[in-house]
């Protein structure tokens, strides 16, 4: 199959991870027989950098005509100072609203190798299979009015949401219950904001088209508790835009590493965007030790649900578990025995798992 791919490498480590993705894809192309093309564009600070935008036009326009997107990560201190309107991070939220990907999907799951590396006892962790479905492209991080009064003295945020970008979420919520172990956790504050009480209502509506799903509503604060008490109660949590970044980061630490989680951008078309969970970690950018993991499993998301390429989505995701079970991991994942890498060397042992020698030598001298 051919199929065109839009880079947005971003800030900080973003292009040091992205280039991993990149190297896995190729060795995928090659095991696999697929044409895979990339067109690299700018978003966030390197985008304000060299056009004076967090987010160009031609960006946009790549990414509406491309088969899909990977993104590696914006922002960093060298843009700290700007509004928020004009920074590297508005260049992220710009694309998602952009491109209408609505539906973020962050599957959080404890890897056997790593058990030892969450600071939660291993007990909890164990098992744990968690699909965080955020809403993405309105609630807090969209409302308007958004801003600050021309004295400096007042701040507003606003969260809004109509009943149909409510509806289209809870339904993702519902379908991937379905197809997994059919337990709906729905999270909200609905014993404070009026915005969660209609969260609320629809999803007892949509649960009528759902019986063999167990619905259950939880409260923000009670279940960034039970995330860690008892993450294994968890299936599906679908949640509001900001509740889901909070508690995907919160949930990472059952991995082990933020470093680890990948996440993807859905249309509902089938057009997504593929970015890790984490940020752009300044501080350990250029050091060439950032945890390629979550971008090359983000990458895997890309083949499954925007190629429909699950035969090679579970290639990379095996590749991975494969490297970690022999021992290899980078600095963040707090292993006690095997091999640190950094992330070059963590990108040649998943890349060694897809291909043969010659291959991987091939992919890996042109790449590092
Ligand atoms: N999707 C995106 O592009 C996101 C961008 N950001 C932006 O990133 C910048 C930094 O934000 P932070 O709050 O520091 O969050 P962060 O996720 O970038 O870093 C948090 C901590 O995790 C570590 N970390 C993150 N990714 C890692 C990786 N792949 N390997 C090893 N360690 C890793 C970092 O070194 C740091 O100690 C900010 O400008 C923020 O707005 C934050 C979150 C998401
Ligand atoms: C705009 C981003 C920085 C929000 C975020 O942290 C995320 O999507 O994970
Ligand atoms: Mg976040």
Known sequence: MKKQVILLPGDGVGPEIMAGAKAVLDAVAMEFNHEFTYHEHAIGGDAIDRFDTPLPEDTIKACQTADAVLLGAVGGPKWSGRPASGSPESGLLGIRKALGLFANLRPVQSFTPLMHASPLKTELVAGCDIMIVRELTSGLYFGRPSGRSADGSEVVDTLHYTR???ERIVVRGFEAARKRKGRLTSVDKANVLESSRMWR??????????PDVTVEHQLVDAAAMKLITNPR?????????MFGDILSDEASVLTGSIGMLPSASLRADGLGLYEPVHGSAPDIAGEGIANPLGMILSAAMMLKYSFGMEEEAEAVEKAVIDCLEAGNHTHDLDVKNGNVFGTDMMVR????????????????????
């Open 164 to 166: 149909e970008e409510i």
């Open 201 to 210: 209502e629809i999803v007892e509506e949509k649960a009528r088209d759902y």
């Open 233 to 241: 109660h968890f299936d599906v949590i679908v949640t509001e835009n």
């Open 349 to 368: 042992k998943v890349v060694e798992n897809l291909s043969s020698r010659s291959i991987t030598d091939a992919i890996c001298s042109s790449y590092m």
